[in-house]
Protein backbone atom coordinates (compact mmCIF):
# COMPACT_ATOMS: atom_id res chain seq x y z
CA UNK A 1 0.00 0.00 0.00
CA UNK A 2 3.03 2.17 0.19
CA UNK A 3 2.85 2.64 -3.60
CA UNK A 4 2.15 5.28 -5.58
CA UNK A 5 0.25 3.44 -8.31
CA UNK A 6 -2.31 1.25 -5.83
CA UNK A 7 -3.64 4.72 -5.06
CA UNK A 8 -3.92 5.52 -9.01
CA UNK A 9 -6.11 2.06 -9.25
CA UNK A 10 -8.03 3.01 -5.96
CA UNK A 11 -9.29 5.96 -7.91
CA UNK A 12 -9.65 4.92 -11.08
CA UNK A 13 -11.91 1.95 -10.11
CA UNK A 14 -13.66 3.15 -7.28
CA UNK A 15 -14.57 6.85 -8.42
CA UNK A 16 -14.91 6.50 -12.25
CA UNK A 17 -15.72 10.26 -12.44
CA UNK A 18 -12.24 11.02 -12.92
CA UNK A 19 -11.26 12.12 -16.05
CA UNK A 20 -7.98 10.44 -17.25
CA UNK A 21 -4.91 12.72 -17.43
CA UNK A 22 -2.48 12.75 -20.36
CA UNK A 23 0.92 11.67 -18.75
CA UNK A 24 3.85 10.71 -20.48
CA UNK A 25 4.84 7.38 -21.65
CA UNK A 26 7.97 6.98 -19.61
CA UNK A 27 6.27 8.06 -16.33
CA UNK A 28 3.32 5.31 -17.35
CA UNK A 29 6.04 2.68 -17.73
CA UNK A 30 7.32 3.62 -14.00
CA UNK A 31 3.81 2.76 -12.73
CA UNK A 32 3.32 -0.65 -13.43
CA UNK A 33 1.75 -2.27 -10.36
CA UNK A 34 0.98 -5.92 -9.58
CA UNK A 35 -2.89 -6.49 -9.40
CA UNK A 36 -4.28 -5.19 -6.54
CA UNK A 37 -7.62 -6.13 -4.61
CA UNK A 38 -9.79 -2.81 -4.27
CA UNK A 39 -12.73 -3.02 -1.64
CA UNK A 40 -15.40 -0.80 -1.01
CA UNK A 41 -17.33 -1.96 1.92
CA UNK A 42 -19.55 0.20 4.19
CA UNK A 43 -22.04 -1.61 7.16
CA UNK A 44 -24.46 0.34 8.87
CA UNK A 45 -26.55 0.37 11.02
CA UNK A 46 -29.72 0.65 9.06
CA UNK A 47 -31.29 -3.15 9.34
CA UNK A 48 -31.24 -4.01 5.48
CA UNK A 49 -29.12 -6.38 3.22
CA UNK A 50 -25.44 -4.84 3.30
CA UNK A 51 -23.06 -4.57 0.72
CA UNK A 52 -19.31 -5.03 0.13
CA UNK A 53 -18.29 -4.37 -4.14
CA UNK A 54 -15.09 -5.85 -4.59
CA UNK A 55 -12.92 -5.49 -7.82
CA UNK A 56 -9.30 -5.75 -9.10
CA UNK A 57 -7.05 -3.01 -10.56
CA UNK A 58 -4.48 -3.99 -13.06
CA UNK A 59 -1.62 -2.24 -14.96
CA UNK A 60 -1.76 1.80 -15.11
CA UNK A 61 0.30 1.69 -17.81
CA UNK A 62 -1.40 -0.85 -19.97
CA UNK A 63 -5.15 -1.42 -18.51
CA UNK A 64 -6.90 1.49 -17.47
CA UNK A 65 -9.83 -0.43 -16.78
CA UNK A 66 -10.89 -2.17 -13.48
CA UNK A 67 -12.57 -6.23 -13.24
CA UNK A 68 -15.12 -6.65 -11.13
CA UNK A 69 -13.72 -9.77 -8.30
CA UNK A 70 -15.77 -12.85 -8.87
CA UNK A 71 -15.96 -16.21 -6.45
CA UNK A 72 -14.64 -14.55 -3.38
CA UNK A 73 -15.99 -15.91 0.06
CA UNK A 74 -17.10 -12.69 2.11
CA UNK A 75 -17.91 -12.99 5.92
CA UNK A 76 -18.83 -10.37 7.89
CA UNK A 77 -17.76 -11.36 11.70
CA UNK A 78 -18.60 -9.67 14.87
CA UNK A 79 -17.15 -9.67 18.57
CA UNK A 80 -20.51 -11.78 19.97
CA UNK A 81 -19.68 -14.81 17.37
CA UNK A 82 -21.92 -14.21 14.72
CA UNK A 83 -21.05 -14.43 11.28
CA UNK A 84 -22.91 -12.57 8.06
CA UNK A 85 -21.94 -14.33 5.12
CA UNK A 86 -22.82 -12.74 2.23
CA UNK A 87 -23.75 -13.62 -1.82
CA UNK A 88 -22.38 -12.55 -4.91
CA UNK A 89 -25.25 -11.22 -6.74
CA UNK A 90 -23.74 -9.49 -9.53
CA UNK A 91 -20.61 -9.56 -10.54
CA UNK A 92 -18.10 -7.72 -8.26
CA UNK A 93 -21.64 -6.83 -5.60
CA UNK A 94 -21.85 -8.97 -2.72
CA UNK A 95 -25.08 -8.85 -0.88
CA UNK A 96 -25.52 -10.46 2.78
CA UNK A 97 -27.83 -13.44 2.46
CA UNK A 98 -29.79 -12.11 5.59
CA UNK A 99 -30.72 -8.19 6.89
CA UNK A 100 -28.89 -7.18 9.75
CA UNK A 101 -27.92 -3.82 11.62
CA UNK A 102 -24.60 -3.21 12.89
CA UNK A 103 -24.89 -2.47 16.89
CA UNK A 104 -23.70 0.42 18.63
CA UNK A 105 -20.51 -1.04 20.47
CA UNK A 106 -20.24 -4.19 18.75
CA UNK A 107 -16.78 -4.62 16.83
CA UNK A 108 -16.74 -6.28 13.24
CA UNK A 109 -14.52 -7.55 11.22
CA UNK A 110 -14.41 -8.49 7.27
CA UNK A 111 -12.91 -11.38 5.89
CA UNK A 112 -12.60 -11.79 2.19
CA UNK A 113 -11.25 -15.15 0.71
CA UNK A 114 -10.51 -14.39 -3.74
CA UNK A 115 -11.01 -17.22 -6.44
CA UNK A 116 -7.45 -17.86 -6.16
CA UNK A 117 -6.88 -18.99 -2.39
CA UNK A 118 -5.43 -15.46 -1.25
CA UNK A 119 -7.00 -14.08 2.01
CA UNK A 120 -7.66 -10.31 3.65
CA UNK A 121 -9.04 -9.19 6.82
CA UNK A 122 -9.95 -6.08 7.92
CA UNK A 123 -9.07 -4.25 11.05
CA UNK A 124 -11.93 -4.44 13.60
CA UNK A 125 -14.34 -0.97 13.16
CA UNK A 126 -17.81 -0.91 15.03
CA UNK A 127 -20.61 2.09 15.24
CA UNK A 128 -19.54 5.73 16.82
CA UNK A 129 -22.58 6.80 17.89
CA UNK A 130 -25.47 8.63 16.04
CA UNK A 131 -26.10 11.90 14.70
CA UNK A 132 -28.83 13.96 12.98
CA UNK A 133 -29.44 16.01 9.88
CA UNK A 134 -31.23 19.07 11.29
CA UNK A 135 -31.88 20.88 8.53
CA UNK A 136 -31.81 20.15 4.48
CA UNK A 137 -31.94 23.28 1.88
CA UNK A 138 -31.27 24.59 -1.00
CA UNK A 139 -30.05 28.03 -1.88
CA UNK A 140 -29.76 29.84 -5.60
CA UNK A 141 -26.18 30.90 -5.28
CA UNK A 142 -23.16 31.99 -7.69
CA UNK A 143 -20.19 29.46 -7.25
CA UNK A 144 -16.72 30.60 -6.15
CA UNK A 145 -15.68 30.10 -10.55
CA UNK A 146 -19.23 32.29 -11.29
CA UNK A 147 -21.42 29.83 -12.22
CA UNK A 148 -25.00 30.69 -11.32
CA UNK A 149 -27.29 27.79 -9.57
CA UNK A 150 -28.70 25.63 -6.89
CA UNK A 151 -26.87 24.71 -3.63
CA UNK A 152 -27.88 21.87 -1.57
CA UNK A 153 -26.87 22.45 2.16
CA UNK A 154 -26.94 20.49 5.24
CA UNK A 155 -26.90 21.16 8.83
CA UNK A 156 -25.54 18.54 11.45
CA UNK A 157 -25.19 17.54 14.76
CA UNK A 158 -24.34 14.53 16.80
CA UNK A 159 -26.10 14.62 19.87
CA UNK A 160 -23.28 12.86 21.82
CA UNK A 161 -20.64 15.33 21.03
CA UNK A 162 -18.25 12.29 20.77
CA UNK A 163 -17.77 13.14 16.87
CA UNK A 164 -18.69 15.24 14.21
CA UNK A 165 -16.97 13.70 11.12
CA UNK A 166 -19.63 12.93 8.43
CA UNK A 167 -19.83 11.75 5.21
CA UNK A 168 -22.30 11.67 2.36
CA UNK A 169 -23.79 10.24 -0.42
CA UNK A 170 -27.42 11.33 -1.91
CA UNK A 171 -29.56 10.00 -4.71
CA UNK A 172 -31.56 12.59 -6.80
CA UNK A 173 -34.70 12.42 -8.73
CA UNK A 174 -35.98 15.58 -11.26
CA UNK A 175 -39.14 15.24 -13.18
CA UNK A 176 -38.83 15.02 -17.00
CA UNK A 177 -41.44 17.07 -19.01
CA UNK A 178 -41.29 15.85 -23.00
CA UNK A 179 -41.97 19.23 -24.98
CA UNK A 180 -43.43 18.24 -28.05
CA UNK A 181 -45.27 15.28 -26.42
CA UNK A 182 -48.48 14.44 -28.81
CA UNK A 183 -51.20 11.75 -27.57
CA UNK A 184 -50.87 10.39 -30.89
CA UNK A 185 -48.12 7.96 -32.13
CA UNK A 186 -47.33 6.09 -34.64
CA UNK A 187 -47.90 2.53 -35.66
CA UNK A 188 -46.29 0.50 -38.46
CA UNK A 189 -48.27 -1.51 -40.60
CA UNK A 190 -47.76 -3.91 -43.68
CA UNK A 191 -51.12 -3.81 -44.89
CA UNK A 192 -51.36 -1.49 -47.97
CA UNK A 193 -51.44 -3.52 -51.01
CA UNK A 194 -50.85 -0.98 -54.34
CA UNK A 195 -51.25 -2.08 -57.64
CA UNK A 196 -47.77 -1.11 -60.27
CA UNK A 197 -46.96 -1.58 -64.22
CA UNK A 198 -44.10 -3.78 -64.82
CA UNK A 199 -42.86 -1.91 -68.62
CA UNK A 200 -40.42 -4.99 -68.52
CA UNK A 201 -42.84 -7.65 -68.65
CA UNK A 202 -46.33 -5.89 -69.39
CA UNK A 203 -47.58 -7.40 -66.44
CA UNK A 204 -49.65 -5.70 -63.69
CA UNK A 205 -48.12 -6.83 -59.79
CA UNK A 206 -49.89 -6.15 -56.58
CA UNK A 207 -46.94 -4.77 -54.31
CA UNK A 208 -47.16 -4.92 -50.59
CA UNK A 209 -45.33 -1.10 -49.47
CA UNK A 210 -44.92 -0.50 -45.84
CA UNK A 211 -47.32 2.31 -43.83
CA UNK A 212 -47.64 3.99 -41.17
CA UNK A 213 -51.04 5.07 -39.01
CA UNK A 214 -51.92 7.35 -36.06
CA UNK A 215 -52.56 5.72 -33.04
CA UNK A 216 -53.31 6.71 -29.38
CA UNK A 217 -50.94 6.38 -27.08
CA UNK A 218 -50.68 3.06 -24.88
CA UNK A 219 -48.68 4.19 -22.31
CA UNK A 220 -47.79 7.84 -20.26
CA UNK A 221 -44.63 9.05 -21.87
CA UNK A 222 -45.29 12.90 -21.34
CA UNK A 223 -44.19 12.95 -17.32
CA UNK A 224 -40.98 10.67 -16.69
CA UNK A 225 -38.63 10.70 -13.57
CA UNK A 226 -35.03 9.60 -13.65
CA UNK A 227 -32.94 8.70 -10.48
CA UNK A 228 -29.40 9.49 -10.40
CA UNK A 229 -27.14 8.37 -7.62
CA UNK A 230 -23.79 9.76 -6.28
CA UNK A 231 -19.97 9.24 -7.66
CA UNK A 232 -17.50 11.67 -5.82
CA UNK A 233 -16.25 11.72 -1.82
CA UNK A 234 -18.44 14.24 -0.13
CA UNK A 235 -17.20 15.00 3.39
CA UNK A 236 -18.11 17.61 6.14
CA UNK A 237 -17.08 21.02 5.33
CA UNK A 238 -19.20 23.21 6.70
CA UNK A 239 -18.69 25.54 9.69
CA UNK A 240 -18.65 24.07 13.23
CA UNK A 241 -20.40 26.06 15.68
CA UNK A 242 -19.90 23.94 18.74
CA UNK A 243 -18.76 20.46 19.74
CA UNK A 244 -21.53 18.81 18.30
CA UNK A 245 -22.95 21.21 15.34
CA UNK A 246 -21.55 21.60 11.98
CA UNK A 247 -24.23 24.15 9.71
CA UNK A 248 -23.71 24.64 5.87
CA UNK A 249 -22.52 21.69 4.98
CA UNK A 250 -22.35 21.93 0.78
CA UNK A 251 -23.71 18.51 -0.57
CA UNK A 252 -24.31 19.34 -4.25
CA UNK A 253 -23.90 22.29 -6.62
CA UNK A 254 -26.14 22.09 -10.06
CA UNK A 255 -25.75 24.34 -12.22
CA UNK A 256 -28.69 26.45 -13.43
CA UNK A 257 -28.08 25.11 -17.35
CA UNK A 258 -28.81 21.78 -16.03
CA UNK A 259 -31.89 20.30 -17.14
CA UNK A 260 -32.80 18.44 -14.24
CA UNK A 261 -33.95 21.68 -12.51
CA UNK A 262 -35.99 22.52 -15.14
CA UNK A 263 -39.31 21.28 -13.09
CA UNK A 264 -39.62 19.70 -9.70
CA UNK A 265 -36.41 18.36 -7.84
CA UNK A 266 -35.91 16.08 -4.84
CA UNK A 267 -32.47 14.91 -3.52
CA UNK A 268 -32.00 12.00 -0.65
CA UNK A 269 -28.88 12.50 1.56
CA UNK A 270 -27.14 10.27 3.61
CA UNK A 271 -25.71 11.38 6.30
CA UNK A 272 -22.49 8.75 7.91
CA UNK A 273 -21.05 9.32 11.11
CA UNK A 274 -17.23 8.10 10.62
CA UNK A 275 -14.30 7.30 12.87
CA UNK A 276 -11.29 9.26 13.09
CA UNK A 277 -9.70 6.64 10.97
CA UNK A 278 -12.40 6.48 8.18
CA UNK A 279 -12.36 10.50 7.75
CA UNK A 280 -8.42 10.30 7.26
CA UNK A 281 -8.92 7.89 4.82
CA UNK A 282 -11.73 9.25 2.66
CA UNK A 283 -10.23 12.72 2.99
CA UNK A 284 -6.96 11.75 1.82
CA UNK A 285 -8.20 9.61 -0.92
CA UNK A 286 -10.17 13.46 -1.41
CA UNK A 287 -7.23 14.79 -1.84
CA UNK A 288 -5.76 12.10 -4.62
CA UNK A 289 -9.11 12.85 -6.59
CA UNK A 290 -7.77 16.98 -6.63
CA UNK A 291 -6.11 16.54 -10.29
CA UNK A 292 -3.86 19.13 -9.88
CA UNK A 293 -2.41 17.84 -6.47
CA UNK A 294 -1.81 14.36 -8.01
CA UNK A 295 1.89 15.11 -7.98
CA UNK A 296 2.27 17.56 -5.73
CA UNK A 297 0.16 17.85 -2.76
CA UNK A 298 0.03 14.46 -2.01
CA UNK A 299 2.95 12.26 -1.14
CA UNK A 300 2.85 8.31 -1.91
CA UNK A 301 2.09 6.52 1.13
CA UNK A 302 -0.21 8.69 2.35
CA UNK A 303 -3.15 6.65 1.67
CA UNK A 304 -3.70 4.26 4.36
CA UNK A 305 -6.80 1.89 4.34
CA UNK A 306 -7.40 -1.03 7.20
CA UNK A 307 -7.78 -4.15 4.48
CA UNK A 308 -4.41 -6.21 4.24
CA UNK A 309 -3.66 -9.32 3.05
CA UNK A 310 -3.39 -12.57 5.96
CA UNK A 311 -0.01 -13.96 4.74
CA UNK A 312 0.71 -13.15 1.51
CA UNK A 313 2.42 -9.40 1.19
CA UNK A 314 2.63 -9.81 -2.46
CA UNK A 315 -1.44 -9.84 -2.64
CA UNK A 316 -2.04 -6.12 -1.79
CA UNK A 317 -5.27 -4.19 -1.15
CA UNK A 318 -6.63 -0.98 -1.30
CA UNK A 319 -10.07 -0.05 0.46
CA UNK A 320 -11.64 0.93 4.06
CA UNK A 321 -14.37 -1.25 5.97
CA UNK A 322 -16.46 1.03 7.55
CA UNK A 323 -18.86 0.56 10.49
CA UNK A 324 -20.91 3.82 10.88
CA UNK A 325 -24.53 5.02 11.46
CA UNK A 326 -26.26 6.48 9.02
CA UNK A 327 -29.05 9.46 8.79
CA UNK A 328 -31.52 10.64 5.82
CA UNK A 329 -33.43 13.60 4.57
CA UNK A 330 -35.44 14.55 1.61
CA UNK A 331 -35.67 17.62 0.13
CA UNK A 332 -38.03 18.80 -2.93
CA UNK A 333 -38.23 22.63 -4.45
CA UNK A 334 -39.38 23.46 -7.68
CA UNK A 335 -37.33 25.63 -10.79
CA UNK A 336 -40.12 28.44 -9.99
CA UNK A 337 -39.38 28.78 -6.54
CA UNK A 338 -36.06 30.29 -7.05
CA UNK A 339 -36.37 31.41 -11.26
CA UNK A 340 -39.64 32.47 -11.36
CA UNK A 341 -40.48 33.72 -14.89
CA UNK A 342 -37.04 33.06 -16.13
CA UNK A 343 -36.29 30.65 -19.27
CA UNK A 344 -35.85 26.76 -18.63
CA UNK A 345 -32.64 25.50 -18.94
CA UNK A 346 -31.81 23.92 -22.20
CA UNK A 347 -33.31 20.74 -22.88
CA UNK A 348 -31.23 17.48 -21.90
CA UNK A 349 -27.53 17.46 -23.87
CA UNK A 350 -27.36 17.90 -27.54
CA UNK A 351 -31.29 16.96 -28.58
CA UNK A 352 -32.61 19.06 -30.92
CA UNK A 353 -36.24 19.28 -30.33
CA UNK A 354 -36.97 20.90 -32.83
CA UNK A 355 -39.65 19.51 -35.73
CA UNK A 356 -38.72 18.26 -38.98
CA UNK A 357 -40.90 17.11 -42.53
CA UNK A 358 -40.94 12.97 -42.06
CA UNK A 359 -38.39 11.20 -44.06
CA UNK A 360 -39.92 9.06 -47.19
CA UNK A 361 -42.30 6.15 -46.69
CA UNK A 362 -41.35 3.71 -49.27
CA UNK A 363 -44.49 4.33 -50.74
CA UNK A 364 -45.01 5.88 -53.72
CA UNK A 365 -48.68 6.51 -53.21
CA UNK A 366 -47.91 8.22 -50.25
CA UNK A 367 -44.86 10.21 -50.69
CA UNK A 368 -44.48 13.02 -51.81
CA UNK A 369 -41.72 14.83 -54.15
CA UNK A 370 -38.02 15.16 -52.72
CA UNK A 371 -37.24 18.64 -51.85
CA UNK A 372 -33.85 20.21 -53.69
CA UNK A 373 -31.14 20.76 -51.84
CA UNK A 374 -28.64 18.44 -49.55
CA UNK A 375 -31.23 17.67 -47.09
CA UNK A 376 -32.96 15.95 -49.25
CA UNK A 377 -35.56 13.69 -47.48
CA UNK A 378 -33.71 13.27 -44.38
CA UNK A 379 -31.27 11.03 -45.27
CA UNK A 380 -31.08 6.75 -46.05
CA UNK A 381 -33.10 5.66 -43.62
CA UNK A 382 -37.16 5.68 -44.65
CA UNK A 383 -39.44 6.39 -41.66
CA UNK A 384 -40.49 3.01 -40.95
CA UNK A 385 -37.02 2.21 -40.43
CA UNK A 386 -36.50 5.10 -37.94
CA UNK A 387 -39.74 4.48 -35.72
CA UNK A 388 -38.22 0.64 -35.56
CA UNK A 389 -34.99 1.93 -34.26
CA UNK A 390 -36.90 4.18 -31.89
CA UNK A 391 -35.31 7.04 -32.97
CA UNK A 392 -38.18 9.68 -34.01
CA UNK A 393 -41.66 10.24 -32.26
CA UNK A 394 -44.48 11.75 -33.99
CA UNK A 395 -44.49 15.70 -33.75
CA UNK A 396 -47.73 17.27 -35.93
CA UNK A 397 -49.62 16.80 -39.57
CA UNK A 398 -47.65 18.49 -42.67
CA UNK A 399 -49.67 20.06 -44.95
CA UNK A 400 -45.95 20.78 -47.01
CA UNK A 401 -46.83 17.96 -49.45
CA UNK A 402 -42.76 17.17 -49.47
CA UNK A 403 -41.58 13.63 -48.48
CA UNK A 404 -43.30 11.55 -46.83
CA UNK A 405 -46.25 14.54 -46.77
CA UNK A 406 -48.61 14.87 -43.86
CA UNK A 407 -46.17 14.23 -40.55
CA UNK A 408 -43.95 16.48 -38.89
CA UNK A 409 -41.73 14.42 -36.76
CA UNK A 410 -38.79 15.10 -33.76
CA UNK A 411 -36.18 13.28 -31.54
CA UNK A 412 -37.78 10.41 -29.66
CA UNK A 413 -36.35 12.27 -26.44
CA UNK A 414 -38.41 15.20 -26.76
CA UNK A 415 -41.71 13.34 -27.65
CA UNK A 416 -41.22 10.39 -25.55
CA UNK A 417 -40.27 11.18 -21.47
CA UNK A 418 -39.26 7.47 -21.47
CA UNK A 419 -35.99 7.59 -23.12
CA UNK A 420 -34.99 9.46 -20.61
CA UNK A 421 -36.59 8.36 -17.84
CA UNK A 422 -39.07 6.18 -16.34
CA UNK A 423 -42.91 6.72 -16.22
CA UNK A 424 -43.55 5.48 -13.04
CA UNK A 425 -44.09 8.09 -10.21
CA UNK A 426 -41.96 7.07 -7.07
CA UNK A 427 -43.57 6.15 -4.17
CA UNK A 428 -42.23 9.34 -1.87
CA UNK A 429 -42.83 11.75 -5.21
CA UNK A 430 -44.80 14.54 -3.86
CA UNK A 431 -45.95 17.99 -5.71
CA UNK A 432 -46.05 21.09 -3.94
Known amino acids: MKKFPYIWIFLLVLY ?51 NKERNAEVVVNNEQGESFRFFEQEPGRYVSESAFAAQIGVEYQLAIMTSNGASYQSETNRVMGSSTIDNIYAERITSDNGAEGMAIFVDSSNPEESLNDYRYTYEETYK ?101 EA ?45 ASVTEKRLFFSYEDFFLGEPLPPYFGTVNCSAFIAPRLGNPERDGPVPPGPAGCGGALSLTELIALQDIAYYDFSNIGLCQGPYFVTQRECGDCTALGSNVVPEFWIEE
Open 16 to 66: GCIEEIPIETQLKTNLIAEDVLVVEATITDEFKNQEVFLSRGKSFANDRTS
Open 176 to 276: IIAPNWNPLEFQVTREQIETIFDPSTGEVLEVLFPDVTLVPRTQEEQTCFNTVFSNEIILSNGTVLNDNEVQGNLIRFINRQNPILSHRYSILVKQFLQSI
Open 279 to 323: GKFYRTLQQFSQIENLFSEVQPGFLEGNISAVENENAPAIGFFNV
